[in-house]
């Protein structure tokens, strides 16, 4: 079973060989890491061309042209996956925020579902004890606040850490996603309800990052929850692939 592993990049130079290191180790057979940078302005990109470099037969890199968003990446990154051929086809962010030994867990939480999603909001789930209370909060809000618009079953929403089946990916009406900020992960899960795709959340722990800068603000988060309306009339005719 293939499995493909997508890590969007924009200034990781620091975080990014430690990842691929911790992803190489994993027990996981046929594992590819697919790096697609935005000309990350630290040299990320020269970094990442260097493991593929070192490691050819498990890392490919994807250059763009400049900071095209974080959803722009990953569907460019899912259509990469799904052309190849790939099983399973992973996600997640660069900053070791998400420990890539959950994917071991999420293979097998696969078992009957069409993707996994790691969630911070649910039993066994948390957020790093360093962070402030008002980010906990303000998190744990943009969740209730999506969830309850959109009324899914999924206690997290806009996390990135996640595992899908390629025909679970296939069924995604690509050239309707518009998102490219992180409300693409909201969009995305909420196509994957739409579509009646069986959704499995497992709990993981977030940890902040030591390295690097975050790219969170709040008003990323302010203009995340002001498009989690749109997404309710541009999917009203979706209709489900599972029943």
């Known amino acids: 079973m293939s499995i493909g592993i997508i890590i969007p990049t924009y200034n990781e130079k620091e975080n990014l060989p430690l990842l691929v290191d911790r992803l190489r180790a994993l027990p996981l057979e046929g594992l590819t890491i697919l790096i ?15 493991l593929a470099a070192r490691y050819p037969d498990c890392v490919s890199v994807l250059h763009r042209s400049g ?6 990446a990953y569907i460019t990154g899912f259509k990469y996956m799904l052309e190849r ?17 959950k994917f071991v867990e999420f293979v097998s939480a696969l078992e009957g579902n069409d993707v996994v999603f790691g969630s911070r909001y649910i039993p066994g ?11 906990k909060s303000l998190s744990n809000f943009g969740n209730t ?15 990135g850490f996640r595992l899908w089946r390629r025909e679970a990916l296939a069924a995604i009406p690509w050239e309707r996603v518009r998102a ?29 990052r030591k390295l690097g800068k975050s ?5 990323i988060q302010v203009e995340a929850a002001l498009r989690v309306w749109g997404l309710l009339a541009r999917y009203r005719d979706l209709k489900p692939v599972k029943s």
């Open 125 to 135: 789930g948390s957020l790093d004890t360093d962070w402030p209370a008002w980010r």
């Open 215 to 219: 790219k969170m603000n709040l008003s």
């Open 85 to 101: 051929g790939f099983d399973l086809i992973g996600q997640m962010d660069a900053d070791l925020s998400h420990q890539p030994e």
């Open 180 to 208: 490219s900020g992180y409300v693409f992960m909201v969009e995305l899960a909420y196509v994957a309800f739409k579509l009646g795709l069986r959704i499995k959340e497992v709990p993981i722990y977030f940890a902040e």
């Open 145 to 159: 606040y999506a969830r309850t618009i959109l009324r899914l079953p999924v206690k997290d929403l806009t996390g």
């Open 36 to 50: 697609i940078d935005d000309n990350s302005p630290d040299g990320t990109g020269a970094v990442a061309d260097g």
């Open 67 to 72: 900071k095209l968003g974080l959803g722009t």
